[in-house]
């Protein structure tokens, strides 16, 4: 299988985060920007969550289809992608939040280089690890494995009670076969 394979896409990171399933912390929301925005050409236009990849090893490829055309601004898309990670995680701090705001124009280089004054001391090694852990935490969840993963329904288990009557304070409370 293939590492591609096993990854998971930036969009189902947006789904676990903003559904409060994986925590983000700001500083890994900058790590993951830092590194779409050093794997992304000028020329390429706007970066779409669907084509970034983040591995279990913690490396965040761009998979784009050949035919797909260009249209929009790569360093506008991947400030935006950063202010939208920052909204999720619920915090942000005001070096990566200052960053996601300026208004594009200096390109690609500019913005990686304020990514890594924002992240200082930059450890490119440690934010790939937690990226890694970033993608193994959201597979669980999109697997319905783990401890963040949401709870199935009682009603849709094979092994549910056969009757369910109320219990204290109104609720449903299970009764033992």
Known sequence: MSSLETSVTLEDVFTVVEAKRVPLA????????LEIADGTDAGSGDVDPK??????????????PKKDSVSGDAEASVRA????LLDASGSGTPALTTAA??????GLPALVEELEAALIPVNRAAGRRALARLAREAKRVLLGVGR?????????????????????????ALRKR
């Not at 992608?81 to 939208?84: F, G, M, P």
């Not at 963040?148 to 449903?172: E, F, L, Q, T």
Request: glycine letters at 8%.
């Open 26 to 33: 700001p500083e890994l929301a900058g790590y993951l920007t």
């Open 101 to 106: 705001k300026r208004k594009p124009g200096n």
């Open 51 to 64: 084509t970034v990849f983040i591995s279990e090893e913690g490396t965040v490829a761009l998979v784009r």
């Open 148 to 172: 963040n993963a949401s709870v199935p329904s009682v009603h849709n288990r094979p092994d549910a009670p056969a009757r369910v009557a109320a219990g204290p304070h109104g609720r449903p």
């Open 81 to 84: 992608l950063l202010a939208k």
